[in-house]
């Protein structure tokens, strides 16, 4: 079997650091999904990686060409099915022009017609999240003077309409079931533990609540929302970063996933977790 | 004779060159071109032969090149502007959809109003209502950006029946999907977004033709320039202008009248005098139609009076009418002690 999930976000939303942290996991072997053969291709999460393994996050400006592939076979540790998966890692900047273009490239549009699975990562405290339009500048923008800073298309609204792209694009399961979307929040771990108990839907609703709503509201996709720490912490601290050094990367990480009986979020190390899901095997 | 020329194996439509040597431009081997032909020589004058001569150079540029143009690959993804009718109707087939109309001359607010629902919308500053969807986000992007205006002087004159891709605004149909916090219950708007001289016409001419669409609104706002009102010199002008438009309003929708929302802006400016309510209510009551007035403040000036978006979200509220007093499912039946509730079980009736 085969599968293949979309990964999209903005840019700076925590899209490689997640591949990369993913294959590290998968390699651990300890989550629901494991490696199940070594890729034939190494080179990207190699390279992807090697700035976790120093203890810096892969920065977007980093990022050298507007794709690449990671491909790997995966085990389920559950039922102990396999698919080799394809994980894209697709510019933010590609996505962002995606939406004010209305189009990518073929070869993309066929990849998101094949897959029954996205993610779609956003990142808490990005210096790129675009705010709504505030009165302030709209007021100016209906007094027709002239605003200096435009800052572009708003990060929710260029997060609905990458739904809505889903929506149109995304395929319905082997079994018939809709396809599944994983939203990510990323940079989980910077958040107060009052918002971490409240967990990422109730933070959607207020920081972004034109994406919440579109999220309560999606009826032809199977929605779950996730938060999500690469490393466990801020690699910027020096603190941190120094026992993160010596531990090593496995075992640093988690997934933030509210408990089906209880409706408390708690912290999952398997950070294979939101692909598990999205690939449902 | 190969394709372009009279000779076999002519190598010009391949490479672009003559194995022997000549000019295609001025071959006499080829089809159409040199004194061979007949063509040219049969037509008098210089100049006429020089044109020929240059249009034979140019063709001469053309050669071997794909005889058909590859198409233009259309976007992948629809846009998510204005809507037209066509994807309005479509959506209306699946789900039950509150028709707006919105007249109001130009510069009254009537864009004001939508922006200032949408930025209510994107900043979750809505205490009764949720946003849920929109097949127009762009299009609220847009108006709120002031990306696309109106031609200039020129505004176009009709709604746009598919949805393109242009510099310049389109009039055509916003969509909103709202979830009303209280009962969950989920509204689908559609708010047409056109100029204001739409509404100049059809005071002064009576043209309709193009409003057509809003026969079916289950709710009209009209949108009222508040400061036009407030000001002794034209506030006149205004009420008598206004009433003229519930009159047309009234021929339009005869068969099926909406609920008609008198919507006045500035509200920032103070509350609407008594005075001048009583003077548009005379107005209100010459027609056969249902009135309301609200006050709105789309973007308020003054902070202190009332804050920007105030009224919008009566507006939503009116023109949707609000939810149902949700009953009681098992009313407590606990019985008072000493009340001999058995034995006066059903004796009142």
């Known amino acids: 079997m085969s599968a293949s999930v979309v990964v999209l976000g903005g840019p700076d939303s925590g899209k490689s650091n997640y591949i990369a942290r993913l294959w590290t996991a998968l390699r651990e072997k300890k989550g629901e999904l494991v490696e199940a053969a070594q890729p034939t291709n ?78 779609l990562f956003l990142r808490e405290g990005s210096d790129q999240n675009v705010q709504p339009l505030d009165w302030i500048t709209g007021k100016k923008y209906l007094s027709k003077v002239k605003v200096t800073a435009d800052e572009g298309i708003p990060t ?6 990458l739904i809505r792209f889903l929506e149109l694009t995304l395929a319905r399961r082997p079994d018939g079931a809709k396809p599944r979307l994983a939203v990510v929040v990323s940079a989980w771990d910077l958040v107060g533990a009052d918002v971490f108990e409240k967990g990422p839907i109730a933070y959607l609703e207020s920081e972004y609540p034109m994406l919440a709503g579109r999220l309560d509201d999606v009826s ?61 095997l | ?49 020089v044109e020929r001569a240059d249009e034979g150079e140019m063709q001469g540029q053309f050669i071997g090149a794909p005889v058909l143009e590859s198409t233009e690959r259309s976007s992948a993804f629809p846009s998510s502007t204005t809507l037209g009718f066509d994807v309005v109707n479509r959506l209306a087939r699946s789900r039950y959809v509150t028709g707006i109309g919105i007249l109001g001359e130009s510069n009254s607010g009537k864009t004001a109003c939508l922006v200032s629902l949408y930025l209510l919308v994107s900043n979750g500053h809505l205490k009764g209502w949720t946003f849920a969807d929109s097949a127009s986000l762009t299009g609220f992007e847009d108006i709120a950006r002031a990306a696309r205006v109106w031609n200039d002087g020129h505004p176009p004159d009709q709604i746009t029946m598919h949805t393109e891709m242009s510099d310049d605004r389109q009039p055509g149909l916003l969509h909103l999907r709202l979830k009303r916090r209280s009962d969950g219950k989920r509204v689908d708007f559609t708010l047409p977004d056109l100029p204001g001289e739409w509404t100049e016409s059809l005071i002064k001419s009576s043209r309709s033709d193009r409003l057509e669409f809003m026969k079916s609104a289950e709710t009209m706002w009209i949108v009222v320039d508040g400061k036009a009102l407030r000001e002794l010199r034209t506030r006149q002008g205004a009420i008598t202008r ?18 008609v929302l008198v919507v006045v802006t500035y509200r ?34 003054d902070e202190k009076t009332c ?35 058995y034995l006066g079980y059903r004796r009142d009736r």
């Open chain 1, 220 to 280: 032809n996709l199977d929605v779950q929302v996730f938060g999500l720490s690469v490393v466990g912490g801020n690699l910027d601290e020096e603190h941190f970063k120094k026992i993160f050094l010596e531990t090593g990367i496995d075992g640093n990480g988690w997934v933030a996933i509210r408990a089906a009986d209880t409706g408390m979020w708690t912290k999952d190390t398997d950070l294979t977790q939101p692909v598990a899901w999205a690939i449902g």
């Open chain 2, 242 to 259: 206004l009433g003229e438009l519930l009159g047309r309003v009234e021929e339009m929708t005869k068969e099926c009248p909406p609920k």
């Open chain 2, 268 to 301: 920032d400016k103070g509350v609407l005098d008594q005075s001048i309510r009583d003077r548009l209510e005379a107005e209100f009551r010459k027609r056969a139609l249902s009135v309301a007035i609200l006050e709105v403040a789309p973007v308020a000036d």
């Open chain 2, 307 to 341: 804050r920007s978006g105030f009224g919008i979200e009566e507006l939503l509220d009116a023109s949707v009418g609000v939810a149902p007093a949700t009953a009681e499912f098992w009313t407590s039946t606990t019985p008072a002690p000493g009340a001999r509730a």
């Open chain 1, 42 to 119: 190494l080179e990207f999460v190699l390279e992807a990686s090697e700035h976790l393994f120093q203890g810096q996050f892969i920065q977007r400006s980093e990022q050298t060409e507007d794709r690449r592939d990671f491909e790997v076979t995966v085990g389920s540790r559950s039922n102990g099915k396999q698919a080799k998966i394809v994980v894209p890692d697709i510019s933010g900047e590609l996505w962002r022009q995606a939406v004010t273009d209305l189009d990518v490239s073929p070869e993309l549009l066929e990849d998101m017609r094949a897959a029954s699975g996205a993610l």
């Open chain 2, 1 to 49: 004779m190969t394709g372009t020329c009279k000779i076999d194996g002519c190598t010009v439509d391949e490479i672009g060159k003559c194995a022997m040597e000549k000019d295609p431009g001025t071959c006499e081997h080829r089809v159409g071109f040199g004194s061979s032909t007949g063509t040219l020589t049969s037509f008098p004058g210089n100049a006429l032969n």
């Open chain 1, 156 to 161: 929710q609204v260029m997060l609905c309409e």
